[in-house]
């Protein structure tokens, strides 16, 4: 009997090492962690094959294509995918992103696995 295939997510940050992190904290909370390191390679991903991927969770501060912008292009031709920013950003600058086109929600650096489980479980189901 053939297993459904794990539920994905698309890691977009242009720091390697910090990618690996993100994908094993990824990998912990349950789901198979897919890495891109630049926004316009997460946008070819998704259209090669976004059907197991549940959430994109990107860096803000990228070259070329910041998190926001990537956010905003996802929303525009993937309306029903959720985008989660990361940023090791602080102050009240930060909560606002979360109302910010394509963002579903915001991620402080560096994310605690505990937070990232219950976030991607609150995902998963709505």
């Known amino acids: 009997m053939a297993?459904?295939?794990k539920l994905a997510v698309?890691?977009?940050d242009d720091d390697p090492s910090v990618g690996a992190t993100m994908l094993r904290l990824v990998q912990a909370a349950g789901?198979?962690?897919i890495y891109v390191n630049m926004a316009l390679a997460a946008l070819s991903r998704l259209e090669t094959g976004s059907s197991r991927i549940v959430a994109v969770m990107t860096d803000l501060h990228?070259?070329?294509m910041d998190g926001l912008g990537l956010?905003?292009?996802i929303a525009e031709q993937y309306p029903s995918m959720r985008v989660v920013l990361c940023s090791g950003?602080?102050?009240p600058g930060v909560d606002s992103l979360e109302?910010?086109?394509g963002v579903t929600a915001v991620l402080s650096k560096p994310v605690r696995l505990q937070r990232l489980v219950d976030l991607l479980s609150v995902l998963?189901?709505?």
Request: net charge neutral.
């Open 71 to 73: 956010a905003q292009r």
């Open 99 to 101: 109302h910010q086109t």
């Open 124 to 126: 998963v189901k709505t």
């Open 62 to 64: 990228m070259a070329i």
């Open 10 to 12: 698309l890691v977009v």
């Open 31 to 33: 789901y198979e962690p």
């Open 3 to 5: 297993t459904a295939p």
């Open 89 to 91: 950003d602080s102050g």
